[in-house]
Structure formats: C-alpha cells, structure tokens
C-alpha cells in the first residue's frame, strides 16, 4: 500500500468514506471547505450523496434526519459553524442517534479568524449545547492519526448510538503529510432495529424523540444517558505518553501542539531538563488516570494550548493540587513556536528567568 | 354487524392531546387516511414539529421522528435521501414553518425535494400560551399582541402557499380548511393529492390547512368556525395554488 500525500481535510473526508459514510451535509466554512469539496466530488462515485445545506443549522438537522433512518452519516465545520449546529447537536444526543462530527478549530470567539486554534475545547468536551451531556471527542495530532480517528468516530458512534466528535484544528486540516488509506477497513456494522425505515407491523414502532414531557421519564431517561457516559468514560479514554516514566515536567498538549512540544521537549532533554508529554488523543474522555498517575513522581506540569487557558481545567482537575499545573498559550489563530514552549520549559526547570520572555533564539 | 365507520389504520389508538374545539384533529384523520387510501402506511416516515402537534409521533401509525424547532424538512431530507422510496412527511405548524423554520422550508421546496408537508396554519402559537405569530391578522389580539397585531410593528401575514408556490422546486402547493364537512372533503383530495406527487417523484408538495385554535383565539369551538371562514378565509384564499401535473393555478 502506497503512501499518499494528502491535505487533513481530504484525508478526513476519504477516511469517512472508507468507513462506510455514504451521507454527508455540509455548509461552506474555512478553514474546512476541502471536507464538503471532496465528499462533493467522491459521493457520486461511490453512490453516496452529497447535499450542500442551506445552513449549518439545516445540515445538522439533516445528518439527524439520516442518522435516524440508520445511515452513516458526517458533517463538518469549524467553530461559527459548529456553534450554530449546537441546537441540533443536543436533539441527537437525546434521541440517541450515532454520527461524525468534525470541527477545524479556528480563531474566535465571534467571526475571530481562518487560522488555528483550539479555543473551541470546552464546546466539544463540555456538550456544547443545552442539558446535561457529553460527546466523545478525538483530537488527531497529524493527518495520519486523522485519519485512523476519522474511522473509529464512526464504530464508536454505532456503538453508544451517539455523536462523535473528531476535533481538528486549522493546521491540521490544512497541512499535507503522506498517510497510509487502507483500501477497505473492517466496517463494523451494527444492526439498528431503532432506525426509521418504515414501518411493516413485525416490530414496535421506530420513535427518534428527544422529548419526554414526564419529569420523571424524563429523569430516568437522563440517568440512562450519563450511564452510557460513565461507560464511555471507562472505555474509551486513550492518549500518547512521552519520556513521562523519569520526567521532572510532563507538558500536557494536544492535537498541532503537541508536535511543536514534542520537538521542544526533547531540546530540553539534550539541556539536561527531564521533560516528558502526556498527549490527550481523546479529550473527553480525559486521560486523567495517567496525569494524576504522572502527579505522584513529576515535580510540575505545563500545558500548552492554542487558546487562553481550557484543558488546563481537565489537567488541574486531575492533579488535584498536588503540583503545580503551569500554562502556555496562544491565541487568535497564533501557533506557538517550539522555541516559546522550550522557553516556557526552561522556565518552569528553573533554567531560565521568568522575567525575561526574550531568552536567547535556539 | 356491517362497519361503517372506523378508525384509518395509520392513527393509533393514543388519546389526541388537542384542545376540545381544535381541528388538528380532523387533520390528522385526513393525513391518515390518505396514507391509507394510497396504501404506503408501511413505507411512510413522518416528522412531528415543535408546537400543539409535537406529540403527533404518538399519534401517526408509522415511523416517527420529532424534530427541532422549524427544522421538520431538514429532516425529512436526511430521511428523504437515506429511503428515497419511502413516503415521507412533515407535519408543522405557522410558527414552526413560518417562523423559525422558513429557511427549512424555502429550501426544501427549492431543491424539489420529494416529500409532503402538511402545513397547519391557525394564525398564532399555541403551544406556548397564544403568542403572535407570522400568520396572526392584522388587529388579531394574541399574548404577544395585546392591542391587535398591528402592521407598522410587524408587518402583514405571511402567505406561505402563494410563496411555496413560486419555487420552481414546488410540484403541488394547495390551500385548505377544515371549518365544515364541505371543506373538510375538498382538504381530504388535497392531502391525497400531495401524496400522489410526491409517489409520482414529480418534487415537492404542501397543503397548507387553516385550523382552529379556540383555546387562545378565546373563542367557543363553533365561534372559531366561524371565524375560520369570516377572517381567515378572506385573507387566505383557499384553492390549489400549484399543480405540475396541471400547470400553475
């Protein structure tokens, strides 16, 4: 199998078609417009189909519409857009209904910019929408693992009959790398007695609602839901460890940046620094075992984000104070450079003066 | 014992939720029975709104699914897409369709897309205690209206049949009531004509019916009948405003 030289954008997209996605509505939005273009020109191909929406209010209603008639289906976005799909992000999670949603992060909040970003972190691992939910969120680090997360979204939708979130930023969706595509993948498929397909008599009704008037029902219905949660939770979580065992300072990244602190983590480590990396793959689930593990030998962490300062809450939370959670971010589409998270590195080392940002070029 | 009068099949055996007075009721045995008469109840997928008829998943024998504010056609695209063999339909009301849901259903009608919309239009929000809504007439006092929705505030009605009806993508577009049985007849060819266009793939069809609401127009059942037919009517001419098999009205 040859290797391809693919933008993230049309890797994610053919991944998706490769697991078995044959529905995709979409609107216009950069920096993901190579996702709705492809799947545009591929769907046909592959029988599928390919509707640019009216909005992205319309296109999450109708990947609600095709998930409920038991389809694999995906849109995507990027955070304007995702914030206007929120409405109908929180009917699927209700009415249970499986499907892929991917989101290039960038600059915000409001129209903000078309370059990267991960400011839309507590949208995706908080719900996002209205009541009480979460979403599993995957956040690939190079167009390769976009691709690999790209696939399991979608058994992992099946499986919890629920949204799946595949959270990318700017860089990611616009960058090329060559990426292996397998030429056929073990689809998964589930059976879904739920579906609306029509209805012969033979089973009970299909019902796709999210609305139970009965507080009650209601209740038990939530506590359904945050069962499935906790199994998710349980399940699910998975992340990258780096140089942790020894480490003195475990930088936390995700997605772009964790590159970039890859790079800067091991320049420290030829200065004598021991740094290491726990890199969130899934960020809710939160890999919160392996930094409250990392917590009992590491002296501090560093978080490194493009954004003012959110997973730092899921860092935090694990550490539970039992060290310093130190931070490092930029924002407004601003990517961090490796020589500001050695920096930042050196720093937190004792190694370099906090007071003097302008240390010496590596 | 001969039968001679029963229950269409495609309704269940749910008690309506509906107000005493509110024709909603009568509707929904129109759509049912023209789901029957065509024959297409195992292969119907219906898509309750948000407003009165939000329960209509209970009500409508076959696959239902509830949908979010106005975004019933949205919906039933996805739906549409997935099964294009199936008969699918959305039922709404004026401020689902009209309100909140006018780009929905502008574009469903745009695109042509084979489904069947059964518009309920009884000139104000229901559900939610008798607010104004796009169809509320002029002077119509409403919760959100207290001195009589007035024009230089909020403009006319809008008219939703006329509209759908200039989309190229529109195959059957009619205007109906239910205010007596004469009515209730002519509604019942709508509805089942409707149907028929979207089995004959010709594009997309709407019936758009006016209803009574007496509970918030404050009105006995039989004054809302009347009113139906002495302020509705004037202001929503009732006829087939699109036949493709026939060329525009």
Request: net charge neutral; proline share 6%.
């Amino acid at each position: 199998m040859a290797k391809l030289l693919m933008k993230g954008n049309e890797a994610i997209a053919e991944a998706a078609i490769r697991a078995g996605c044959r529905y995709f509505f979409g609107y216009p939005i950069t920096p993901q417009n190579q996702i709705p273009e492809y799947m545009s020109k591929r769907m046909p191909q592959v029988g599928g189909t390919f509707l640019q929406a009216e909005s992205e209010v319309s296109a999450i209603n109708m990947v609600y519409g095709a998930a409920g008639a038991g389809a694999r289906v995906m849109t995507s976005s990027s955070g304007p857009g995702i914030s206007l799909k929120q409405e109908g992000i929180s009917y699927l999670v209700g009415a249970q209904l499986p499907c892929v949603i991917v989101n290039i992060m960038r600059g915000g909040p409001g129209l903000g910019s078309i370059q990267p970003s991960q400011g839309d972190y507590y949208q995706a691992t908080r719900g996002g929408g209205h009541g009480d939910y979460r979403i599993p969120v995957f956040a690939p680090s190079s167009v390769g693992e976009a691709v690999t997360l790209t696939q399991k979204a979608f058994d992992m939708a099946d499986k919890y009959r629920s949204p799946v979130i595949v959270l990318g930023d700017g860089m990611i969706g616009q960058m090329m790398e060559p990426v292996d595509l397998p030429d056929s993948i073990e689809i998964n498929n589930v059976d879904k007695p739920w579906a609306a397909v029509g209805w012969d008599g033979t089973r009970p009704r299909a019902i796709i609602n999210s609305l139970y008037i009965d507080p009650s029902v209601l209740e038990r219905h939530n506590i359904m839901l945050q069962e499935k949660f906790a199994q998710i939770e349980s399940a699910e979580m998975d992340y990258g460890a780096e140089l942790v065992d020894d480490a003195d300072l475990v930088v936390v990244a995700y997605g772009t940046v964790a590159r970039i602190a890859r790079s800067a983590i091991r320049m420290a480590r030829a200065e004598g620094i021991k740094a290491g990396m726990i890199r969130p793959i899934t960020l809710w689930p939160f890999p919160s075992d392996p930094i409250a593990k990392a917590a009992e030998t590491a002296k501090a962490f560093l978080t490194v984000e493009m954004s003012a300062g959110q997973m730092i809450d899921d860092v935090r939370l694990a550490v539970a104070g039992r060290k310093p959670v130190l931070f490092y971010g930029r924002t407004g589409g601003m990517v961090p450079a490796v020589r500001d998270v050695l920096h930042q590195i050196r720093i937190a080392a004792g190694a370099a003066d906090p007071r003097n940002p302008l240390e010496e070029a590596i | 014992m001969a039968v001679v009068f029963q229950k269409p099949k495609s309704l269940t055996d749910d008690i309506l939720t509906y107000c005493p007075g509110c024709t909603h009721g009568i509707i929904h045995r129109l759509v049912a029975e023209a789901i029957d008469d065509l024959g297409v109840q195992a292969k119907t997928i219906g898509v309750a709104p948000v407003g009165c008829a939000v329960f209509a998943y209970n009500f409508f024998a076959v696959d239902m699914m509830q949908a979010a504010h106005g975004r019933a056609p949205a919906v039933a695209t996805g739906i549409k897409r997935v099964h294009p063999d199936n008969v699918v339909f959305t039922y709404q009301g004026d401020g689902d369709l009209a309100s909140i849901g006018m780009a929905e259903i502008m574009h469903a009608a745009g695109r042509g897309e084979k489904i069947t919309t059964i518009f309920v239009n009884n000139a104000i929000y229901g559900m939610t205690g008798g607010q104004m809504a796009p169809t509320t007439l002029i002077g119509q006092v409403t919760t959100t209206s207290p001195y009589g929705r007035k024009e230089e505030l909020c403009g006319k009605p809008i008219r939703m049949s006329e509209l759908i009806a200039q989309m190229d993508g529109s195959a059957y577009v009619a205007r109906a009531s239910v205010h007596d049985p004469k009515h209730v007849l002519d509604a019942k060819k709508a509805i089942r004509k409707a149907f028929e266009t979207q089995l004959s793939g010709a594009g997309f069809s709407m019936v758009e019916l006016l209803s009574t609401c007496p509970t918030n127009w404050g009105m006995t059942p039989s004054e809302s009948l009347k009113w139906v037919a002495s302020d509705m009517i004037p202001y929503y001419p009732l006829g087939v405003y699109k036949d493709s098999a026939k060329g525009a009205a």
